[in-house]
């Protein structure tokens, strides 16, 4: 079964315009591996070359953020959604 | 062009005093396509610094879904400069996450706060026009 996976403005034109999409998976690194297979645009945006999530970014299952839980292993199951927004910082 | 009311220019200001000696942050939502921002949400600053900020990841998230509840979308981000001027810093540009958004800065150096609106595209700032609505 796909999750549902909410991506934010600025990531929607590299997936069709969609502010909301599904994809399969058993973990977060699962759900963006098909992620960036339909929508390969998106590479470079969501991990990192060295296969962590990527800093402009933050990502949550449900109502919590997956750096906390169990980063790209964190399980998902299909009531989850998962969240991307963009990480926001300055000085 | 960026448009506030009264009540939420005050809130802006009032956060940032709030949030010294840190730098407070928020974000700002407008019905999708409008200038006029409807509701402020005030974040906490998980840096928890005077010369950084970074938005808290789950205020973020909750602000993202009450506004999308009202029909309003998050349009843009405020944050406070303790010591500097009322302008994006590098670090300010480097960081800034979506070229539609409305990135709003007050100064807090003078005694008088200064609060600007920018936009910030590709590493370009350019101000936009701050408009209060005094309705």
């Known amino acids: ?91 | 062009m960026l448009r506030l009311t009264d009540a939420i220019y005050t809130d802006v200001v009032a956060h940032a005093l709030d949030g010294l000696p840190n730098e407070a942050c928020g974000l700002i939502a407008a019905a999708p396509g409008s200038s006029k921002v409807e509701r402020l949400y005030r974040c906490g600053n998980a840096a928890a610094s005077s010369r950084l900020y970074e938005l808290d990841p789950l205020d973020h998230l909750k602000a993202d879904r009450d506004a999308e509840a009202r029909g309003l979308e998050i349009v843009g981000v405020y944050h406070s400069h303790t010591h500097t001027d009322a302008y994006p810093s590098p670090t300010d540009v480097a960081q800034a996450p979506d070229p539609n958004w409305h990135y709003l800065v007050v100064s807090l150096k003078e005694p008088e706060p200064v609060v600007r609106s920018y936009r910030i595209v590709e590493g370009t700032i350019e101000e936009e026009p701050l408009e209060l609505d005094r309705k």
Do not use: C, W
Request: aromatic share 6%; glycine share 12%; hydrophobic share 40%.
């Open chain 1, 1 to 91: 079964m796909p999750v549902d996976v909410r991506l934010p403005t600025v990531l929607r034109q590299h997936a069709g315009g969609q502010a909301s999409v599904k994809a399969n998976g058993g973990t977060v690194g699962e759900v963006f591996g098909d992620l960036l297979r339909q929508f390969p645009l998106l590479q470079g945006q969501l991990v990192t070359d060295d296969g962590g999530i990527h800093k402009f970014i933050n990502v949550y299952r449900n109502d919590d953020d997956v750096r906390y839980l169990e980063k790209l292993d964190t399980k998902v199951s299909d009531d989850d959604v998962i969240s991307i927004l963009p990480a926001v910082a300055g000085g």
